[in-house]
């Protein structure tokens, strides 16, 4: 579609650089926020399923022991929190409440846990689990929701998406883009006689 209004991809891959971050032993981290933490931190992100070495990381948070062996355990634990309810019925549940409900209520994170993942959305969304369901986080690859058999139904982390263009469009600008295509095709089909479609 982005090539159809004009907007042509290739050049990404020249201009920008896949390997930066990894040239650079650079990775995704959390900003702890002093509001909730002892103070205010730029952190590793846990990755992996290993729990010493996510225990390593969590152990540089400005958080409680406590709020820590809640976050080691939200990442490896296997535990199915709806258990006993069908596949539909967990989707249907995981898209009633909020992410931090979820975690919350059904799996019993430690409060500073729910507060620092909450905003993990925030760059991506613009607002916070808060407001965005369980059932998104989970398709998010939030933890908590890997071992409730909804693997068909999750959408790829974000190592195995397409692959994120830069532009120097805005959004408006790539939507008008493609309102001038639509013209363009509607010019097309009347000037050979046929109807274009009809606006709604």
Known sequence: MLE?????TEPFYEYFDQDYF????????LHLQRTYTARTACSRMCRGADRSEIAETVAGYPISE??????????TSEKDYFAGMSRDEKIAKLKRISYTDFLRKHVGAHEDVVLILRDRAKGYWGIG??????MEGYRLGMPGAWH???EENRRPRRTERSPTYFTSLTGTGVARAIVEEIDTRCDSRRDHGRPGPVAR
């Not at 689990?129 to 369980?134: F, G, I, W």
């Open 4 to 8: 159809d209004v004009g907007i042509h």
């Open 22 to 29: 990894a040239h650079r032993n650079l990775g995704q981290a």
């Open 66 to 75: 406590e709020a820590r062996k809640s976050f080691v355990d939200l990442y």
């Open 129 to 134: 689990y808060d407001a965005l369901s369980a």
């Open 148 to 150: 409730m058999d909804l």
